[in-house]
Nanobody
Framework: QLQASGGGLVQAGGSLRLSCAAS????????MGWFRQAPGKEREFVAS?????????SYSDSVKGRFTISRDNAKNALYLQMSSLKPEDTAVYYCAADRGVIHSTRADPRAYAYWGQGTQVTVSS
């Protein structure tokens, strides 16, 4: 139901825009999030956005000020604009969705029932 795309290879300091297409009846009913997982590491929170088109957003400290999460409820789409990329941003990025996510659980991957297949982002130094 979730299809992530837009990953690739980029040099440090560059930018990428990830997209996530959602095949759900009522996209606006779902809070959305981006997570990432590097080899040998646990899946970690990147950013989240509430259900509304211009809903409240949250970011991990490691990406705050460099990444921007947004959504277009008319297109059933979620985005992650990534700028000033660093080699440590290298990971597989996953989009996630759930109707029951609340503010206190937005960064917990266990709060999301639906996941995309992931898209690889590689940042070279």
């Amino acid at each position: 139901q979730l299809q992530a795309s837009g990953g690739g290879l980029v040099q440090a300091g560059g930018s990428l825009r990830l997209s996530c297409a959602a095949s759900v009846r009522t996209f606006s009913a779902y809070a959305m999030g981006w997570f990432r997982q590097a080899p040998g590491k646990e899946r970690e929170f990147v950013a989240s956005i509430d259900r509304n088109q211009y809903g409240s957003t949250s970011y991990s400290d490691s990406v705050k000020g460099r990444f921007t999460i947004s959504r277009d409820n008319a297109k059933n789409a979620l985005y992650l604009q990534m700028s000033s990329l660093k080699p440590e941003d290298t990971a597989v990025y996953y989009c996630a969705a759930d109707r029951g996510v609340i503010h206190s659980t937005r960064a917990d991957p266990r709060a999301y029932a639906y996941w995309g297949q992931g898209t690889q982002v590689t940042v070279s130094s």
